[in-house]
């Protein structure tokens, strides 16, 4: 079964700190791996993507760090904000057989002004 | 705004009763899918169509759910005799795909709350 394993569950960060957040799957056949961002009430919204030919990718205060061979890939924020406050998700998009994003079970990140 | 719109944001209905969602995508955007969300887990797929078709559906998807999107245009999903476990955010996302790229672009939601 396709499975996207994400953590940390909660993350509380001070402004200004790094906040990190890793994803990591069990199936080869991804191809495409996108952040989304979620405010309460809110549908996700695309924050920054990666495609496993590169291994990061950079997008102001974003960064996604794609590691193939370990199978894990990870989202950085650098200098945090209050406003960064929201629940992370990770997702993989298959190769083949399927057009559904798996998505991971989300990051709710609390950035401490 | 040409994003992704839904309506309604919120419905609140009986257990028992009929309810539809409407789904209208970005307008150039030949994809469009379905997910549910419960409260603290990630989005999970329903269904999917490409254009007028619909070529994936999750098992999540019980006969008391149905999809449609006539014209391949906007989209309806309709849930039937609603039960409690029915209560959280449906998502419609729709994307066109790019080479082995599928950027998927989400809607507001429809919150749902079963009584």
């Known amino acids: 079964q396709q499975q996207v394993k994400q953590s940390p569950q909660s993350l509380i960060v001070q402004k200004g700190g790094i906040s990190i957040i890793n994803c990591a799957y069990e199936n080869t056949a991804f191809d495409y791996f996108p952040w989304y961002q979620q405010f309460p009430g809110k549908g996700p919204a695309l924050l920054i993507a990666i495609r496993p030919d590169v291994s990061e990718k950079k997008e102001g205060r974003f960064t996604i760090s794609f590691n193939k061979s370990a199978k894990q890939f990870s989202l950085h924020i650098m200098d945090s904000q209050p406003g960064d406050s929201a629940t992370y998700f990770c997702?993989?998009?298959?190769?083949?057989?399927?057009?559904?994003?798996?998505f991971g079970t989300g990051t709710r990140l609390k950035v401490l002004a | 705004d040409t994003g992704v719109s839904q309506d309604p944001r919120h419905k609140i209905t009986k257990r028992g009763q009929n309810v539809t969602f409407r789904c209208d995508p970005i307008?150039?955007?030949?994809?469009l899918y379905w997910y549910r969300q419960t409260l603290g887990q990630g989005p999970e797929f329903l269904t999917y169509f490409q254009n007028e078709a619909q070529l994936e559906k999750s098992r999540l998807l019980s006969d008391r759910f149905s999809a449609e999107r006539p014209k391949g245009s906007f989209s309806t999903l309709e849930i039937q005799r609603t039960e409690q476990g029915d209560s959280a955010m449906y998502l419609c996302a729709s994307s066109h795909r790019s080479g082995s790229t599928d950027t998927q672009y989400f809607g507001p939601g429809t919150r749902l709350t079963v009584l």
């Open positions: 997702a993989a998009f298959p190769t083949s057989g399927t057009y559904k994003y798996i």
């Open positions: 307008s150039e955007h030949n994809r």
